[in-house]
């Protein structure tokens, strides 16, 4: 994964320039609690927390006809069923028939432009530019999606490339001028997979073994090897403090960049181990702000029950806790690998069982929030348009207010669920989309992934492309 641009060029000129990217709700939000409204051009929202996803026009204001166009053309592609299963073998052979240059002539302005923010500084920072111009900040995520083999001799320089694309990516993040930087970061993408797996099966609950998770922060913080941890080989505690060696580096950018990492989640098999370094990280870089945020899978049935005893955990250590909340994005895998090895499903029953865990898991931060400001952000990461709802209402019962600095954060992926956002941050709200970074080559397979594995969510966009069609109907077929 080579990048075709010299990040050192570009943030070097950048020392010589002073971004003034303003916000709509930074020029048109009135500050005065005592007030019941305010205002933004051609809007109207009141502090009950109601908004109107209605507005197609509102909604579409920032977008170009032809992105209009677009957008309505993938998002009904992405609605077929067939394309969404299979679409990376039909994307596969459609490079091979067309040949890599014009394939890739084709989807530059097409699938990739609709999905993906850019492959350099310049054309990322134009895409940042034009959500910021409506209230929609960035939320930068690397596509680091190759599986990587930890059996080969390669294997470390492979893991230190990939630590090198995210220390250049949390720089770029942080030099595009944007209130309150975010990126989401991938801990597998530095460390074998087969470490992972071990390290979950050995702590299965890592905010149940505290003193676990002080010798991981302990070692991030001083350099001081782990020498033991359960039953891992010597090879594989090795291999864990090279990646702690890692992960200590992320964390050092972060802290003085001051910028907002999130951490992924992925299986359940690898999930304790991400949990274990992501609470390892909070201790290590949450003094007095959440610089580190863990991701909790709400359609797993223990989460919420995770999320309280990881907040425990935080507040016994004094520091402040971040948590990003979404549905999740691997539950028919889940369920195949439970039928398969033959253990409990731990995936939520339904749709609504599921959704009955993300409201609690949100009742549970928004409440901190409330309780103890400054310590405590949650990120709502949904496209689901009644979960946005009840967040914003819960916020308006509970008194947060709508542009507190990381306190309440609503995120959506980048070219899915515009009207949402938008809506959003033309409302005040704190407001992310979450924009891939990469070439064309990097980013078909984590597309391809996400293609497929929320094939539930983008089988549901009729309200969008509704939305789409309405504004493009009123622009194209405006005689006025």
Known sequence: MHRGVSFQKHLDRLQQRTWNLTLHRQQNTIASAERDSFAIPGHRFTQNGSINFDDAEKACQSKTTWDLLRSSLILNACSVETFAKHNYQILSWTRRLMGRSVFNAMMRP???????????????????????????????????????????????????????????????????????????????????????????????????????????????????????????STI?????????????????VAMERKLMILVDAEYTYLNPCLNLLALAMMLHCNGSEPLVTNTYQNYLKETPNILLKDIELAQTHGVTFGAKLVRGAYIYNERALAKEKGYPDPVCETFEKTTKNYNRSMDIMMEKVAKHPGKFCVTIASHNEDTVKRGTNKMAE????????????????????????????????????????????????YLSRRLNENSSILGGVRRERKIIRSALGRRLFSFN
């Open 398 to 445: 509970l008194g947060i207010p709508r542009s507190s600095d990381q306190r309440v954060i609503f995120a959506q992926s980048y070219g899915m669920s515009d009207f949402i956002s938008l809506s959003l941050g033309q409302a005040g709200y704190m407001t992310y989309k979450s924009i891939p970074y990469g070439t064309i080559d990097e980013a078909l397979p």
């Open 236 to 252: 594989e505690v090795a291999q864990l403090n090279k990646a702690l060696n890692r992960i200590k580096q992320i964390c050092k």
């Open 110 to 232: 097409t699938v990739y432009k609709q999905f993906v923010g850019g492959d350099d500084f310049t054309s990322f920072q134009e895409t940042v530019s034009r959500l910021q111009t409506v209230g929609v900040r960035p939320l930068v995520m690397v596509t680091l999606e190759e599986d990587v083999k930890d059996d080969g001799p390669d294997a470390d320089q492979l893991f230190d490339r990939n630590l090198k694309i995210m220390k250049d990516c949390m720089e770029m993040t942080a030099a595009l001028g944007s209130q309150n930087p975010m990126m989401q970061i991938k801990p597998s993408g530095l460390f074998p997979l087969a470490l992972c797996k071990s390290v979950s099966a050995e702590i299965p609950f890592p905010s149940s073994e505290p003193e676990v998770v002080e010798k991981i922060a302990n070692s991030m913080e001083t350099s001081k090897e782990v020498t033991k941890l359960g039953n891992l």
